[in-house]
């Protein structure tokens, strides 16, 4: 059963912790704010911050990264395809790309909102049908 948290609690600190809040935060800043930027730096992250013994941290490291590796090639590349078969002056496509465009989007940053609720939790958490798998140990890990 779980625990019931005052307000005043603070919570429990898990290892790694606030590198995964890190993480999902620049991963949706990267879809939100700072696209790009925010990206640079989650992958810079991702490659420079040692991890060893934090599962937590390598969990959403892992995650926010391929999930926006995945998120440009679904925003951008699939994007200009609709554009370029369905031509520049067309209304179709027009309509075609914006619907495309806000459905994508706006699940790519609820799941990052999840992600992101998931890490300030101390839990691991897997993007559906693009996450990586979870490295063992992580905590509260579900798929």
């Known amino acids: 059963m779980p625990r019931l948290v005052n307000a005043g609690d603070a919570p429990e600190e898990v290892p790694g912790m606030g590198l995964a809040v890190s993480a999902e935060a620049l991963y949706l800043a990267n879809l939100l ?27 959403h490291l892992a995650q926010a990264f391929v999930a926006s590796l995945w998120g440009g090639g679904l925003l951008v590349l699939v994007n ?44 691991c958490w897997r993007y559906p049908l693009i996450g990586r798998p979870l490295p063992p140990g992580c905590p509260g890990g579900s798929a």
Do not use: E, N
């Open 80 to 123: 200009l395809l609709i554009v370029l078969l369905g031509g520049y002056h067309s209304t179709h496509t027009w309509v075609l790309l914006i619907l495309y465009f806000t459905v994508c989007h706006s699940t790519l940053v609820l799941l990052g909102v999840v992600g992101l609720a998931k890490a300030m939790a101390g839990q």
């Open 33 to 59: 704010v700072v696209p790009g930027i925010g990206f640079l730096i989650l992958a810079y992250l991702r490659f420079r911050s040692p991890v060893d013994g934090r599962p937590l941290a390598a969990a």
